[in-house]
Every structure is written in structure tokens, then in C-alpha cells.
């Protein structure tokens, strides 16, 4: 059974740090592109930062410079460690799995989330 368990989460002061950590089962994790996702209140689901099988990284320009992401295949474990944390960085955060092919893709897989909130 394929899963997705998102951890890490929790409460942090602005100007804070945290390491959000996706564990994967069930599923060949070395060749499936990752991906971090976030949704505040009202909000859309937005990408925040992605990493391919071959370990290529992008982020949204919101985060960039403050967020990293990473990949252990060894461990099927994707990494999201966030610095400088604000406010508006609050929301639920989703771990996402892609697998594609010719630019359509084939399997994508979800994590429930983990609930990052960044309040004084």
C-alpha cells in the first residue's frame, strides 16, 4: 500500500526554523519526482519546492532562498528544511509524489499533511 506520512510540523516564531520530513512506501521512490505543497485557509494548494529523480531542485519564488529541499533514496524520505519562517508561511504542508511520462503523468500519490503554524 503506497503511503506518504508527513512529520515535522508544528508551532514556530517568526524568524524560526523547521525540518518537515515525508517518509514513502509502497512505491519505487528513486525514479518518482517529489514535490512540497502548502494550503492556508482560503487559499489554493501552491507548490513550494520540488526535486526530481535525478535530484534537480525549484522553488517558489516566495521561498526561495529561505527553503531547501532534499531527498535521502536510501531512506525514501523528502526533506523540507524551512529558515526565516513568517506568518504568511502558515498552512497545511503536503508531501506529493509524480511519476510521468511524454509530459502526462501516470501515478501521483499524497501525504495527509502537517500543520505548520508560525505565530509570536
Known amino acids: 500500500q503506497v503511503q506518504l506520512v508527513e512529520s515535522g510540523g508544528g508551532l514556530v516564531q517568526p524568524g524560526g526554523s523547521l525540518t518537515l520530513s515525508c517518509a514513502a512506501s509502497?512505491?519505487?521512490?528513486?525514479?518518482?519526482?517529489m514535490g512540497w505543497y502548502r494550503q492556508a485557509p482560503g487559499n489554493e494548494r501552491e507548490l513550494v519546492a520540488a526535486?526530481?529523480?535525478?535530484?534537480?531542485?525549484s522553488y517558489a519564488d516566495s521561498v526561495k532562498g529561505r527553503f531547501t529541499i532534499s531527498r535521502d533514496n536510501a531512506k525514501n524520505t523528502v526533506y523540507l528544511q524551512m529558515n526565516s519562517l513568517q506568518p504568511e508561511d502558515t498552512a497545511v504542508y503536503y508531501c506529493?509524489?509524480?511519476?510521468?511520462?511524454?509530459?502526462?503523468?501516470?501515478?501521483?500519490?499524497w501525504g495527509k499533511g502537517t500543520l505548520v503554524t508560525v505565530s509570536s
Open positions: 506529493n509524489a509524480e511519476y510521468s511520462r511524454w509530459d502526462r503523468k501516470i501515478m501521483g500519490y
Open positions: 509502497g512505491f519505487t521512490f528513486s525514479i518518482y519526482n
Open positions: 526535486i526530481t529523480s535525478g535530484g534537480s531542485t
